[in-house]
């Protein structure tokens, strides 16, 4: 089965508000990767978190190693935020990542 | 971010031509990864490299495609006879170290086969 599972697949929100974004996985992870995938294909590394907080500009990544989930919050969503988050950890040292299907973000105006 | 960089971005073959596509890691990265994402963003792992040596690939990759990553040469994958169900983004990651590190995407080359 899909090792990891992203929730919601899709989210719209108005500008300004903030979005919570979920990442669970089944298997243990000894690194955990946020990314960010716009229109276009390209793929940008937001945070790298396989455990505890980690803050970036308006990004917080939360994860809690022993549950098997991480979150992504972004404060004030702007419309470029608007693309796919993707969350992909690592299960073993030495491995390829484990990617979700994505969080769809549309912030409107 | 990051600099890894891929050719061409886009690709457009028939069914049985050969579809190659290139990849240059970040400068120092000794490990590279190719991944396949699909139109339902789903990933597939297709093989990966540390320095000219295959670490590990699935068994697609070994049937109908090949791969190498020459030293002081790009890196390099090649479906030997593409066919329809190929048609998707190929992304190329490097990373310091083979686990527990970050990966580096490049852009990707998105392929069509007709």
């Known amino acids: 089965g899909q090792q990891v599972q992203q929730s919601p697949a899709s989210l719209v929100l108005q500008e300004g508000e903030n979005a919570e974004l979920q990442c669970n996985f089944s298997?243990?992870?000894?690194?955990l990767q946020w990314f960010y995938q716009s229109p276009g294909g390209s793929l940008v590394s937001l945070l790298s978190n396989p455990s505890g907080t980690k803050h970036t500009g308006r990004l917080t990544s939360t994860t809690v190693t022993k549950e098997r989930r991480s979150s992504l919050h972004i404060s004030s969503s702007q419309t470029t935020d608007s693309g796919t988050y993707l969350c992909?950890?690592?299960?073993?040292?030495?491995?390829?990542?484990?990617f979700g299907t994505g969080t769809k973000l549309q912030v409107v105006p | 971010n990051s600099k890894v960089i891929q050719t061409p971005r886009y690709l457009v073959k028939g069914q049985g031509q050969k579809a190659k596509m290139r990849c240059i890691p970040e400068k120092g990265h000794p490990v590279v990864f190719w991944y396949q994402q699909n139109k339902n963003n789903e990933f597939k792992f297709l093989i990966n490299?540390?320095?000219?040596?295959?670490?590990?690939q699935i068994d697609m990759t070994e049937k109908r495609f090949s791969a190498e990553c020459p030293s002081n040469s790009p890196c390099s994958l090649e479906i030997q006879s593409s066919e329809a169900g190929d048609s998707a983004l190929y992304l190329c990651a490097s990373s310091l170290l083979l686990g527990g590190r970050e990966q580096y995407f490049g852009p990707g080359t998105r392929l069509t086969v007709l």
């Open positions: 992909a950890i690592d299960p073993n040292s030495g491995t390829y990542q484990r």
């Open positions: 490299f540390q320095n000219q040596e295959v670490l590990q």
């Open positions: 298997s243990t992870a000894t690194q």
